[in-house]
Every structure is written in C-alpha cells, then in structure tokens.
C-alpha cells in the first residue's frame, strides 16, 4: 500500500536554530510576545503563508470562495 503526502514547499534559505530556556510559561509567552512585536508585517505574514502551504499545499490555485448573500429588509 502507498501513502501519498502532500508536498509541502521549500526554499532553500538556511534556518538559524536557537533554543531559549525560560524559568516559567510566562517568561516564554512574552518573549514569544516581543519576539512578534519586533516582526514586520511581511515577515509575519510569510509565517502565515508557510502555515498555509503547509497543511493546504494547493490553497494558492484555489483561491478564494467567493460568497453573496441577499438580505430583504423588513419595512417598519
């Protein structure tokens, strides 16, 4: 039996790994919280896109739904 796995994007840029210990969740959530804040639109948003890509690799040539909707009013 074949498994087939959605392919999932890559560019070849380098990741810099770092790991970062904290003495309690709350410490991590807001270094988490600045490291966001620091981010620019565009970096947060190729997050957003990597995210994407990866759990709907074909999201890109779907598209949007378009939806409409029609709404009679009452008179009063």
């Known amino acids: ?3 087939a ?3 999932i994007p ?3 840029r380098s990741v810099e790994k ?3 210990v904290f003495a309690t969740l709350e ?3 807001q270094a988490d919280a600045f490291a966001y804040a620091r ?3 565009a970096e ?3 997050i957003v896109m990597d995210l994407r890509d990866a759990r709907h690799p074909d999201a890109i040539e779907q598209g949007l739904a378009r ?3 029609v709404v009679e009013l009452e008179s009063s």
């Open 18 to 20: 770092t790991v970062r």
């Open 67 to 69: 939806v409409c909707r």
């Open 39 to 41: 981010m620019t639109p």
């Open 44 to 46: 947060r948003l190729k």
């Open 5 to 7: 796995y959605p392919r």
């Open 10 to 12: 890559r560019d070849n």
């Open 1 to 3: 039996m074949e498994v």
């Open 27 to 29: 410490e991590a959530d």
